[in-house]
Every structure is written in C-alpha cells, then in structure tokens.
C-alpha cells in the first residue's frame, strides 16, 4: 500500500515562505507523475501543481505561476512545494498525490490520482 505523508506547513505572515515536503512509501513513486492539491475551508479540493517523473515537465495553477515552484527527489521519494510570496488566499489544507499513470496528460484533473496524503496546513495571516 502506498502512504504519502506531507510536512511542513504552518503559519505565515502575507509574503512569507513555506517549503512543503511529500515523502513516500510502499509503492512505485520514481515513474509517477506527483501533485499538489489545496482546499479551503468550504471549498472544493483545488489543482496547484503537477510535475512529471523526471521533473521537467510541469503545470502550475494560474495564481500560483511565479511563486510556487515544485521539484522533485526521486532517490528520497519525496516532491516538495516551495512557496514565496504567499497571501491569505493560498490558505489551505495541501495535499500530494500520487498519479494512477506516468502520463503527463490530465494531471490537473484530481480523478486522475490513487493515493493522496492527510494533508498539511497553510495559514497566511497577519
């Protein structure tokens, strides 16, 4: 069984940074596409960004281009979020996932993932 376990979120202040980590386990990871996903408090679960097994191929969610940037360490089994910039609407639950294929297409669409993480908590407030 395949276990996804996010780190590193917490409370900033508007334009500060967090460094999310995704670590897995029990399954194949090295040949997936990996996202990240976010929901709001009574809101629906959103796309953020994807990024393919060798991390050169990316998407990113609009009102995040230019201050999220998502790598990838295969030999760690892990993918991470870095956030710059981050303001009160980036609050959320985040979760990693893991794709059902290593197909790049259809990454932004949630069905598209078997495993998903328990999420960890941004807070952006003054």
């Known amino acids: 069984q395949v276990q996804l376990v996010e780190s590193g979120g917490g409370l900033v202040q508007p334009g500060g940074s967090l460094r999310l980590s995704c670590a897995a386990s029990?399954?194949?990871?090295?040949?997936?596409?990996m996202g990240w996903f976010r929901q709001a408090p009574g809101k629906e679960r959103k796309f953020v960004v994807a990024?393919?097994?060798?991390?050169?191929?990316?998407s990113y969610e609009e009102s995040v281009k230019g201050r999220f940037a998502v790598d990838r360490d295969n030999a760690a089994n892990t993918v991470y979020l870095q956030m710059y910039s981050l303001k009160p609407d980036d609050t959320g639950l985040y979760y990693c996932?893991?794709?059902?294929?290593?197909?790049?297409?259809?990454?932004?669409?949630?069905?598209?993932?078997?495993?998903w993480g328990q999420g960890t908590q941004v807070t952006v407030s003054s």
């Open positions: 996932a893991r794709k059902k294929t290593d197909r790049f297409d259809g990454a932004r669409d949630a069905g598209q993932y078997d495993y």
């Open positions: 990024i393919n097994r060798s991390g050169v191929m990316l």
């Open positions: 029990g399954g194949t990871f090295s040949d997936r596409v």
